[in-house]
């Protein structure tokens, strides 16, 4: 019982001190790196997005189609049986 008292005092004494210890703002000399980096490289990875089959959007249930962008799908579908002898339907 001992124990958990002086093992709250002492977690309390540590939050004390953490609390009250002062505490300096670093200077933002990390980010100047990343300023000269030039118009044409990014670190950021871009995606294409697309995706080809329906998929629910904000403007509702679309797919992308390459060279053409993005096609808004309607309740037209095909069905087909797949090499692996599964049902697969497509949505236009």
Same mark, same amino acid.
């Given at each position: ?28 000399? @990390? !980010? ?11 670190? +950021?990875?871009? /995606? ?8 629910? @959007? !904000? ?11 993005? +096609?808004?799908? /309607? ?18």
């Amino acid at each position: 019982m001992s124990s958990k008292i002086t093992l709250a005092a002492v977690a309390v004494a540590g939050v004390a001190l953490l609390a009250t210890a002062p505490v300096f703002a670093a200077p933002a000399s @990390g !980010l100047s790196p990343l300023k000269t980096i030039g118009a044409n490289q990014s670190i +950021v990875e871009e /995606t294409h997005g697309w995706h080809r089959q329906c998929r629910k @959007g !904000l403007n509702g249930w679309h797919k992308h189609v390459k060279g053409v962008g993005r +096609v808004q799908c /309607t309740t037209a579908k095909n069905c087909y049986t797949n090499v692996l002898g599964f049902r697969v339907c497509d949505w236009y």
